[in-house]
């Protein structure tokens, strides 16, 4: 009896032991955000303007204005910086690319309507698609290698993709597509870029445009330091919207984005440090948010991860995941904060994911969410999968792992799942997943977990049951 007692009793024990420490574990790190924060500085610019214009802009929506736009931001950059006026009106354009220096500001009721044929999306540029490098069309607004940048205003700028030209090239009958039409999914199109990643040709030869149809990003910042997007309003991208790339001090704030289209993430910052996504509204196709850092062996090779990323006040209405680790995220990711958000949608499949699989490698360490309200999502408040896409990709054993997530007053009112894991057989790849002071109503099913541990649930309620474990 007494060698019972003194079992049950270590257990109970080494349980508040554990709790103890992922609560010092939880309150440490979010002590880390004001260091965060102050790392991220706002650009500033000079006082000048240069109004597009004075430069032969015509806003009567069917003039393709991409050189005056393009000229105006050169004589900005090159007068020491300062901002590049968007005036009231329909400007029609093709590629904008920005230089050091440069505010573009849209004033409201101005709008960017941007061009659909491929050609005004060339020369084409360096970039990464779907995390691989390569050299593809011009993204629709596009900056390598230059600091302190900002897109801003309370103007729009419309993609303009639609069934009838950029989403069809996705390959499926509800974008568009028809049999017999040309695609990405073509042998030496989108499969190719596969290829060419995992035999590590280089990337001056992984020459794409033309012939290949990989779509443009719409907003492709790469290499940049110190970047503002502010305010616009987004609607309609031929691929993923807002895409920073190996940037640092990253700030996307009271940013609106609707485009339901195939692949419309909302914001995926890729291999980015020090990020700030503040007072946004996410309508999108794919992922409201999602941070990667590299497809496989071009992110295994980079190796640099997306870290110190902020989230908050952001509201997400329709898409695959409110805020996504993955699934291009062989880099990893680290030091992820999200907070004082609202997920509401029966088109939003889940709040919280993380999605990744064998052929990605990769440590996913350090996921903190506080204070997120969730009406209804379709599938899962959390889903942790570690068998993404492997029926297309197949298996390997570059195995990623997830540790250290932790959810703290989370409600919501209706879901599949509390949560949902899928680690992969045989393998100790996700650990330490905490749920504390949670309420979810309206849930359907039991949670999955399949090899995965340390699932720790503290005062949570599941359709008005505590569970503690």
């Excluded at 300062?82 to 849209?106: C, E, Q």
């Excluded at 616009?232 to 640092?248: G, K, M, N, Q, V």
């Excluded at 109503?441 to 505590?466: P, Q, R």
């Amino acid at each position: 009896m007494f060698r019972s007692f003194f079992i049950l009793t270590l257990a109970f024990i080494t349980l508040v032991g554990c709790k103890n420490q992922s609560e010092t574990s939880y309150n440490s790190a979010w002590d880390k955000v004001p260091e965060i924060l102050a790392q991220i500085k706002e650009p500033v610019f000079p006082g000048q303007q240069f109004n597009i214009l004075d430069y032969g802009a015509v806003a009567d929506g069917k003039t393709l204005n991409s050189k005056a736009i393009n000229d105006a931001i050169k004589a900005c950059s090159e007068a020491g910086g300062g901002t590049v006026l968007v005036p009231k009106g329909d400007f029609y354009t093709g590629a904008i690319h920005f230089k050091s220096n440069v505010r573009l500001h849209l004033e409201e009721n101005a709008i960017l309507n941007f061009s659909v044929d491929p050609n005004d999306y060339i020369p084409l540029v360096y970039t990464r698609w779907e995390g691989i490098d390569c050299y593809n069309y011009s993204p629709l607004i596009y900056a390598y290698q230059v600091d302190n940048i900002a897109l801003t205003g309370k103007g729009t700028i419309h993609g303009n993709a639609s069934t009838e030209n950029w989403w069809k090239w996705k390959g499926k009958k509800e974008y568009g597509w028809k049999e017999g039409e040309p695609s990405q999914l073509m042998l030496h199109a989108r499969p190719m870029l596969d290829t060419l990643n995992k035999k590590q040709v280089p990337v001056e030869e992984r020459i794409f445009g033309n012939g290949f149809y990989l779509r443009p990003q719409f907003v492709n910042f790469i290499e940049c330091k110190n970047v503002l997007i502010q305010d616009i309003t987004i609607r309609d991208s031929p691929f993923w919207i807002l895409h920073p790339l190996f940037c640092e001090n990253l700030i996307v704030r009271g940013v609106e984005v609707h485009s339901l289209g195939t692949n419309n993430d909302g914001c995926d910052p890729e291999s980015c440090k020090n990020v700030l996504i503040e007072d946004c509204f996410f309508d999108t196709g794919d992922d409201c948010i999602a941070l990667k850092s590299g497809r496989n062996t071009d992110g295994i090779v980079k190796n640099m991860p997306t870290e110190n990323v902020i989230v908050r006040n952001c509201k997400m209405k329709n898409g695959h995941g409110g805020v996504v680790i993955g699934s291009e995220i062989s880099g990893g990711a680290k030091n992820i904060f999200v907070e004082n958000c609202e997920m509401d949608s029966p088109e939003l499949d889940r709040a919280i994911r993380i999605k990744t699989n064998s052929n990605r490698s990769g440590l996913i360490d350090g996921i903190y969410v506080r204070n997120v309200t969730v009406g209804e999502v379709r599938e899962s408040i959390l889903r942790i999968n570690l068998n993404y896409d492997i029926k297309k990709e197949g298996t390997d054993e570059l195995y990623p792992k997830v540790q250290n997530v932790y959810l703290n007053n989370i409600s919501c009112k209706k879901a599949k799942y509390a949560l949902l894991i899928n680690g992969i057989e045989g393998q100790d790849l996700v650990n330490n997943i905490n749920y504390t002071n949670c309420v979810f109503e309206g849930v359907e099913k039991e949670n999955v977990v399949e090899y995965a541990k340390g699932i720790n649930f503290n005062n949570v309620s599941i359709n008005g049951e505590v569970v503690n474990y």
